[in-house]
């Protein structure tokens, strides 16, 4: 008999896990919507599209898209594998990480620094998560051990 992950954790760790969970997954929507509908550099009614801005291809935007969705559902989907689980993580991170330092280079702290230091928060965020997601995986683990 396999018990689920999440209740294994604290009532106060499980609401820190959801919680963490739930807003990077909301601000991975949010890109996902925003380089669909409103592509544009500076945020919402710039003159270029922000994969232009940071000197991004096009094709790239649509990989970036599709990366998202896809971390997304492994994230949300409760009956895909772990390893796919902790590969969505580590491409949310490296993604995070990437659009950090591409602000930084483009010069779009001069704008507004939160260009550069937002995607370090959700990173932040994005930590909480997974060590929650670890510490309840690994409690299950232990405990059907």
């Known amino acids: 008999m396999t018990a689920r992950a999440n209740d294994k954790l604290t009532n106060r760790e499980r ?17 996902i919507i925003n380089f669909i509908f409103n592509d544009h550099f500076p945020f ?5 599209g922000a ?11 649509v990989e970036l898209t599709v990366a998202k969705i896809l971390g997304v559902l492994a994230l949300v989907i409760p009956t895909v594998p772990l390893k796919v ?17 591409a602000h930084f280079g483009r ?3 001069s704008l507004s620094v939160l260009f550069v230091m937002d995607p370090l928060v959700f ?8 060590v929650y997601f670890e510490k309840s995986h690994s409690l299950v683990e232990t405990k059907a051990s």
């Not at 994969?51 to 935007?61: I, M």
């Not at 990173?123 to 997974?130: A, E, I, K, P, R």
Request: charged share 10%.
């Open 15 to 31: 609401l820190i896990y959801l919680t963490a969970t739930g807003l990077v997954l909301a601000v991975m929507v949010f890109s």
């Open 123 to 130: 990173l932040g965020l994005l930590t909480v998560s997974y």
């Open 85 to 101: 689980k902790e590969f969505a993580y580590f491409g949310f991170a490296i993604t995070l990480v990437s659009a950090s330092i």
């Open 107 to 109: 010069g779009d702290a």
């Open 51 to 61: 994969f232009v801005h940071l000197g991004f291809p096009g094709y790239f935007k």
């Open 44 to 48: 919402p009614n710039g003159p270029e």
